[in-house]
């Protein structure tokens, strides 16, 4: 097995507890969402991650067909794919991601180090 590659990203990320990036504050949904451990945002896509087998799982939503996700590097299981909504209100959650709030650190990656993050707090809206 050779050296795992993976994708950079720049700008205001959110990593994997390991420190790998996995998708770009860009592609934030909502972070109205809640996971096993606590909070979860949804977000439009990811990279550096795996998917697992698909399961049936009831939510608080009602029914869906969903994939675990987890990171390339640790292989921790960062949060889930909703792959099929069988809810006609919850059709618009298929083939985008959740990712845990206790899994995941938000940084930030690029040329203008005088750039900070601003706190979780700041952007409940977003």
Known sequence: MGRPFFERLDGHIYSCVC???IVRKEALLS???HAR?????LFHNA????????EERMMTTG??????IFCVSCC???GW?????????????????ILE????????????PACELESDSADEGY
Do not use: W
């Open 81 to 97: 794919r909703y792959d099929f909504a069988f809810e006609k209100p919850q059709k618009y959650k298929e083939k985008k991601i």
């Open 31 to 33: 972070k109205a969402f």
């Open 76 to 78: 921790s299981c960062i």
């Open 37 to 41: 451990s606590g909070k979860a945002y």
């Open 19 to 21: 420190g790998v990036p």
């Open 63 to 68: 029914m869906h067909l969903v994939s675990d």
């Open 101 to 112: 709030r206790s899994m995941v650190v938000r940084t930030y990656h690029g040329d203008d």
């Open 47 to 54: 990279v550096n991650v795996y998917t697992g087998a698909q």
